[in-house]
T-cell receptor, first 113, second 115 residues
Framework: AQSVTQLGSHVSVSEGALVLLRCNYS??????LFWYVQYPNQGLQLLLK??????LVKGINGFEAEFKKSETSFHLTKPSAHMSDAAEYFC???????????FGSGTQLTVLP | NAGVMQNPRHLVRRRGQEARLRCSPM?????VYWYRQLPEEGLKFMVY????????ESGMPKERFSAEFPKEGPSILRIQQVVRGDSAAYFC?????????????FGEGSRLTVL
C-alpha cells in the first residue's frame, strides 16, 4: 500500500519569495516520486521525477525537489516565485507501475504581487 | 505535435442519462489510462488499457462504468445512468509503452456535471 500526504491545501507566497510545497509519502517498496502541476482547466504536466540515483532532482521552470528517505519526504522548492507559478501542484508516488500511481490531494499555490 | 486530446471538455447530463468521454492518445502512444478527480481531491486511477485490451480496471466502479480502446479510434469511457456523485473531472493519460516509472502525458480533462 502507498499513500501521499501534502501538507497545506493552500499556500500563498509573495513574488520573489521562496516556494516550499511539502509532500510526505508512504510506500512498502522503494518509491518513484513525482510532482505534477495543473493550471486552471488544464491537464497535469510533469514538473520533475525521482526514480533512482541523485536525490536532488531538478525540473522545469526552476523547480527542484529532494528525496529524503529517512524523512519519507519529497518537498518541492523554488528559490524565487513568479506570478506564472500560480497553479495546483500534485505530489505522486508509484511503486513501479503507472496504474499504481497514487496522488496527493494537491496544494493550490497563490503568488501575491 | 498534438498532445492527448479529450472531448468533450465540458458535458452536462441529467440523472439517468449516459455520458461518453473520448480520448485520443499522443501519436505513437498505445497505452491509455483514465483518472477521476473529484472536487478538492487528487486524481484516482480508474482503468488502464492497451489497444483492444483492458489491462487493469481495479479502480473502476463495479457498475455503470465501462471503458474501451478499440483498434481504430479513440478510447471511450462510458458512464451509464449517471448520478450526481459522478460529477467530476475525468482525465485521460497516455504513454508510449508500459510506463513503469509512472511518467504519463495528460489531456486537459472532461468535466462532467450531473444535474
Amino acid at each position: 500500500a502507498q499513500s501521499v500526504t501534502q501538507l497545506g491545501s493552500h499556500v500563498s507566497v509573495s513574488e520573489g519569495a521562496l516556494v516550499l510545497l511539502r509532500c510526505n509519502y508512504s510506500s512498502s517498496v522503494p518509491p518513484y516520486l513525482f510532482w505534477y502541476v495543473q493550471y486552471p482547466n488544464q491537464g497535469l504536466q510533469l514538473l520533475l521525477k525521482y526514480t533512482t540515483g541523485a536525490t536532488l532532482v531538478k525540473g522545469i521552470n526552476g523547480f527542484e525537489a529532494e528525496f529524503k528517505k529517512s524523512e519519507t519526504s519529497f518537498h518541492l522548492t523554488k528559490p524565487s516565485a513568479h506570478m506564472s507559478d500560480a497553479a495546483e501542484y500534485f505530489c505522486a508516488v508509484s511503486s513501479g507501475s503507472a496504474r499504481q500511481l497514487t496522488f496527493g490531494s494537491g496544494t493550490q499555490l497563490t503568488v501575491l504581487p | 505535435n498534438a498532445g492527448v486530446m479529450q472531448n468533450p471538455r465540458h458535458l452536462v447530463r441529467r440523472r439517468g442519462q449516459e455520458a461518453r468521454l473520448r480520448c485520443s492518445p499522443m501519436k505513437g502512444h498505445s497505452h491509455v489510462y483514465w483518472y477521476r478527480q473529484l472536487p478538492e481531491e487528487g486524481l484516482k486511477f480508474m482503468v488502464y488499457l492497451q489497444k483492444e485490451n483492458i489491462i487493469d480496471e481495479s479502480g473502476m466502479p463495479k457498475e455503470r462504468f465501462s471503458a474501451e480502446f478499440p483498434k481504430e479510434g479513440p478510447s471511450i469511457l462510458r458512464i451509464q445512468q449517471v448520478v450526481r456523485g459522478d460529477s467530476a473531472a475525468y482525465f485521460c493519460a497516455s504513454s508510449p509503452g508500459r510506463a513503469g516509472t509512472g511518467e504519463l502525458f495528460f489531456g486537459e480533462g472532461s468535466r462532467l456535471t450531473v444535474l
